[in-house]
C-alpha cells in the first residue's frame, strides 16, 4: 500500500472524474506546475495506484437499451472448466464483464443487448451453450450511479 497525501487523493478524485484532464490543467487546479503535477502522476502510474485510463462508452446511445447481470453456476467445476468457460464468455461481443466470485454463482457477467429479445438471443444461443454452463440467473439494471470508490 502506497502512502498517499491530500493532494494525490485529490488528483485520484479528478481522475477519476474525468481521466481525461492534463498534466498542466491538474496542476493549475492544485497549485502545482506542470512537471511536478506530471511526477507526481508518474509516481501513481508507477505505484500501480493508477493502473490506466479507460474509455467509458454509453451502450444506450450505441443502441444497447438493456444491461443484465448474470450469475452463472457452472455444471462441473475443476481448472480445466473454469478455463473453458472464461476463453469462451470473453469472445462474446455483448458480455463487458467476467467476474469469478465466491458464493452461490461461480460466475457474475454483465451483459448488455439491444432489447430483451435480443438479451434472450444472447442468453440462449452463447451463453448457454458455452461449456460447463449450468444455471443461470438474470438481474435487469434498472439505473446505475457510477462512484469513483473510496480515496
Known sequence: MMDLDEIDRQVLRALAQDASQSAGAL???FGLSQPAMWRRIRRLQDAGVIRGR???LDAEKLGF???VFLG???ARKGQLQLDDFERAVS???EVQTVEHVLGLYDYRLRVVARDLADFERVL???IMTLPGAGEV???VLLSEERRPGPI
Request: no cysteine.
Open 91 to 93: 469472445a462474446i461481443p
Open 54 to 56: 479507460r474509455l467509458r
Open 27 to 29: 496542476g493549475r487546479r
Open 65 to 67: 437499451g438493456v444491461t
Open 72 to 74: 452463472v453456476k457452472l
Open 137 to 139: 440467473e438474470a438481474n
Open 124 to 126: 440462449r444461443r452463447r
